[in-house]
């Protein structure tokens, strides 16, 4: 599904942006497994992530 644009894309919940986007999530969960990484609290790791995202947005807002 590379390159391809929105309008190429079915939605809803079966649709192939759903499926797309499951497949691309597994793609990076197998690669930071091979890469070792095993956080204690997945959840923990997955908020931390997400605030830093946070704040990096709002830093460059602020600039």
């Known amino acids: ?3 391809c644009t929105a309008g ?3 939605w809803g919940p079966e649709g192939s ?3 797309f ?3 691309e ?3 990076v969960i197998k690669a930071m497994l091979r890469s070792g990484w095993r956080p ?3 959840l923990d790791a997955q908020w931390e992530r ?3 995202q946070k704040r990096d ?3 460059k807002a602020c600039i």
Request: proline fraction near 4%; charged fraction near 40%.
């Open 17 to 19: 942006l759903t499926r």
């Open 21 to 23: 986007i499951a497949d």
């Open 1 to 3: 599904m590379a390159g």
């Open 40 to 42: 204690a609290n997945p």
């Open 57 to 59: 947005r709002y830093e």
């Open 50 to 52: 997400w605030v830093r």
């Open 8 to 10: 190429d894309l079915e």
């Open 25 to 27: 999530n597994k793609k």
